[in-house]
T-cell receptor
Framework: AQTVTQSQPEMSVQEAETVTLSCTYD???????LFWYKQPPSRQMILVIRQEAYKQQNATENRFSVNFQKAAKSFSLKISDSQLGDAAMYFC?????????????FGPGTSLSVIP | ETGVTQTPRHLVMGMTNKKSLKCEQHLGHNAMYWYKQSAKKPLELMFV???????ENNSVPSRFSPECPNSSHLFLHLHTLQPEDSALYLC??????????????FGPGTRLLVL
């Protein structure tokens, strides 16, 4: 069975600095999707960034980028120029690319604080 | 905010009550999910429906009963719950073409307290 691990329950970063959140996963499959979701306090969970395993190029979305290491089964999120609005729980998630497979597996989350 | 709505937003119920949670998505997606989010625990998948058919039941107790009458609506019927069932219940939907269709869109959740 696939698993997702986030080894940092809590992280903090100074405003305008850069922070990296770690995620590792375990799977025997070669084709899958990886996600980072953000859940601000009392607000809806939203997608931050998505990576297709068949793509070697790391995904980027403005200040957010990932370091996808397929062989190491590692998928870290880098947040550059951190802003107060980045404070949230961040969840790493995995989904098999098999079309008949609906389950999405989430990690336990990392709580990110941004210090003014 | 994201095209997925949930009602009610807050619910307090006794252990002998029957209540239902409702989720509606306006995104044209074909898959809908129920998750349980408890403090200090990972997000727990409960049920998945795809084109109105249940495709995942993650060993959820029978006091939780899902219903998916169409691809836009998902219900979670609650009956004789326990205090440990108190949590945030999140609904999500997924669908569409290509890799963008892999993204889940979440509702705001229903905060449930069982007394």
């Amino acid at each position: 069975a696939q698993t997702v691990t986030q080894s940092q329950p809590e992280m903090s970063v100074q405003e305008a600095e850069t922070v990296t959140l770690s995620c590792t996963y375990d799977t025997s499959e070669s084709d899958y999707y990886l996600f980072w979701y953000k859940q601000p306090p009392s607000r809806q969970m939203i997608l931050v960034i998505r990576q297709e395993a068949y793509k070697q190029q790391n995904a980027t979305e403005n200040r957010f980028s990932v370091n996808f290491q397929k062989a190491a089964k590692s998928f870290s999120l880098k947040i550059s120029d951190s802003q107060l609005g980045d404070a949230a729980m961040y969840f790493c998630a995995y989904r098999s690319a098999q079309t008949s497979y609906d389950k999405v597996i989430f990690g336990p989350g990392t709580s990110l604080s941004v210090i003014p | 905010e994201t095209g997925v709505t949930q009602t009610p937003r807050h619910l307090v119920m006794g252990m002998t009550n029957k209540k239902s949670l409702k989720c509606e998505q306006h995104l044209g997606h074909n898959a809908m999910y129920w998750y349980k989010q408890s403090a200090k625990k990972p997000l727990e998948l409960m049920f998945v429906y795809n084109f109105k058919e249940q495709t995942e039941n993650n060993s959820v107790p029978s006091r939780f009963s899902p219903e998916c009458p169409n691809s836009s609506h998902l219900f979670l019927h609650l009956h004789t719950l326990q205090p440990e069932d108190s949590a945030l219940y999140l609904c999500a939907s997924r669908g569409g073409a290509g890799s963008a269709g892999e993204t889940q869109y979440f509702g705001p959740g229903t905060r449930l307290l069982v007394l």
